[in-house]
């Protein structure tokens, strides 16, 4: 929804529910065209957009009467119109006049949060022909794919399909069952007995280990997960609204509460909202940055659904600045990483600080703030800048830490390198999951868990490697002895394969090269440098077959060793594959569903 159309939104939706909409069947694609009249030389109609992002462009494409696309300069923008009651859908509405040379079939485009979606009516366009009475449409024959090449001027979009290979239907059958327990268990944590209004716990483990806390990153991380729910699957769930909100509340009080840091970048609360005063890593420079990326998404989300435009101008707005305008005076500081071990510069922090930047210049533009947006903007690009420099060409992958102060002295290998890629990536191609770079470091970091944990050793073929944060690890859960697999560190790579045939199914083609080449060399015994896989091509499709179904092995470990109940602590033992650490983690069930819904083809943004 663009922002120029916020007041019209909240008008359509009063309109809406005066019209009596509520029973509108909605199609199951991205986009689909529901009617369009053609009369008097006026092209006109409306469309089913799915609300994937605040941010979309939608643009309806026609040839003229000879069958001339004219290079896809035929074109009109639709506009936003209102929202869908009780569904993750919206209508937008285009008009345009057709000139002399008539007009003959059109396609419609839908472009969000990095992907492209095209709705050419099963891949043969839309007759359009004259009538002074809408046209509908059907909502069983549509056809959506995804692309980034412009279509030439005669023709529409090659059919790509927009989602992950079928793979393993047992393990698509257990996805799905865990779903339905990872999302209630995710609730169960927010808002527990004894906490404050807007509490997300960690855990609701009090003892060995004590994580009955809110940590401002998980906090954010787990409350994206429900601000995407409550976008998609969710859409107009006012209870599951009321939880975002509690957690807004708590969140802005706790910017504004004492702590030891004295700065945004404390990184836990206690349940009745004071800071944790005891010693600990402090700053974490990465939890301003996630919780405003959060906080845009439900501000996007909030506006989208019919929310009050005060609640974004008085409460989200101050608070996303705060936030950010604190990542652009200490980006380049040292901090402590994500799991507050280690004092250093790190690539999750910047990665998300990046993300959060440029999300936020965004923001600021559509609410009128063109100084902070090109701060955030300018900020962010210096961000890049040294991210680059967190590549190891000579060890072929991206190092975790630069500027190490103290704490745990690594190698340089850590998953928090592939969590920055799926959750704090931009769509560029720059460190996203199937770049390059990113693809080398996943090899580098599984291939240093394979030989130290005795769970990946004569492992059955169905199961992936189970995979830990980094391989000098000596957290168990409750002390220090040796470090274990964590759940989370497994669904990162089932969601970074995910993650990344989606991407991949964006592009012209991908090329093997010596960056990359282990990678490829997994999944294509033939593949090496200079191997072209072209989406659509056999030799792309066995390719992307074989990387979801080793994605899928990864989601195999996680049920092997998870409870026959679905419960998912923080770890399980090296040796044994039993749980151990604190029961329910709260981060470890939204990671298994943020991986769930990449293999959905639906990803978490």
């Known amino acids: 929804m663009r922002p120029s159309l916020v007041w019209k939104s909240l008008l359509m939706v009063v309109l809406t529910a005066a019209m009596g909409t509520y029973a509108q069947t909605v199609p199951s694609v991205p986009i689909k065209l529901e009617s369009y009249t053609y009369s008097d030389n006026v092209f006109a109609g409306r469309i089913f957009i799915r609300n994937i992002a605040y941010t979309k462009v939608v643009k309806v494409f026609w040839s003229d009467e000879s069958g001339n696309w004219n290079g896809n300069g ?70 959506t794919t995804i692309t980034t090449t412009t279509t030439s001027g005669t023709s529409t979009p090659t059919s790509v399909p927009t989602e992950v290979p079928a793979g393993n239907t047992t393990v698509t059958d257990w996805v799905n069952d865990q779903l339905e327990i990872s999302w209630p268990s995710l609730l169960k944590n927010v808002n527990p007995s004894g906490a404050v209004t807007g509490f997300i716990a960690a855990s609701l483990s009090t003892n060995d280990p004590d994580y009955f806390y809110c940590w401002t990153r998980d906090a954010a991380l787990v409350a994206r997960v429900m601000v995407y729910m409550y976008n998609t699957t969710e859409a107009g769930d006012t209870s599951l609204r009321s939880k975002l909100q509690d957690y807004v509340t708590f969140q802005i009080n706790s910017m504004k509460t004492a702590t030891v840091c004295n700065c945004l970048g404390e990184p836990k609360f206690n349940k009745d909202g004071s800071g944790y005063s005891g010693a600990w890593g402090r700053p974490q420079n990465d939890g301003p940055a996630d919780r405003a990326i959060t906080l845009i998404l439900f501000a996007d989300s909030f506006i989208a659904q019919g929310g009050d435009v005060s609640y974004i101008t008085n409460t989200l707005k101050p608070a996303i600045y705060t936030n950010l305008d604190y990542v652009v005076n200490t980006w380049s500081n040292v901090c402590f990483d994500l799991w507050e071990e280690v004092n250093g510069v790190h690539i999750y922090t910047l990665s998300v600080m990046r993300k959060g930047l440029l999300e936020g210049a965004d923001f600021a533009s559509r609410n009128g703030d063109s100084t902070r947006a090109n701060t955030y903007r300018s900020t962010a690009s210096s961000i890049k800048t040294r991210l680059e420099s967190f590549w190891s060409s000579s060890n072929n992958y991206i190092t975790v830490t630069q500027s190490y102060s103290g704490g745990v002295n690594k190698a340089g290998l850590d998953v928090s390198t592939l969590l920055a890629a799926n959750g704090a990536s931009m769509n560029d191609g720059f460190y996203t999951p199937g770049s390059d770079k990113m693809l080398a470091t996943a090899v580098a970091i599984e291939n240093s868990f394979a030989g130290i944990y005795a769970v990946n050793q004569n492992r059955p073929d169905w199961k992936g490697t189970a995979i830990g944060r980094y391989p000098e690890d000596t957290y168990d859960g409750h002390g220090n002895s040796q470090g274990n697999p964590w759940f989370i560190a497994t669904a990162a790579y089932a969601e970074m394969y995910y993650r990344a045939i989606l991407e991949w199914q964006q592009q012209p083609s991908i090329t093997v090269n010596s960056i990359n080449l282990s990678f490829f060399k997994k999944f294509d015994s033939s593949a090496a440098v200079g191997t072209v896989y072209k989406p659509g091509t056999q030799a792309f499709n066995n390719m992307v077959s074989n990387v979801a179904f080793a994605a899928d092995e990864f989601f195999s470990t996680m049920n092997f060793h998870s409870a026959t109940n679905g419960s998912m602590s923080e770890q399980y033992n090296r040796n044994t594959g039993i749980m151990q650490g604190a029961r329910d983690l709260t981060w470890s069930h939204a990671a298994f569903i943020t991986a769930a819904k990449a293999k959905l083809g639906t990803p978490v943004f």
């Open 74 to 143: 035929n074109y009109v923008d639709a506009s936003y119109s209102g929202s869908i009651s009780g569904t993750n859908y919206e209508y937008w509405e285009f008009s345009t006049t057709i000139g002399s040379a008539g007009i003959s079939q059109s396609y419609l485009r839908y472009d969000v949060s990095g992907s492209t979606y095209y709705d050419n009516n099963g891949n043969a366009n839309y007759d359009i022909e004259e009538d002074s009475t809408p046209t509908p449409t059907t909502t069983t024959t549509s056809t």
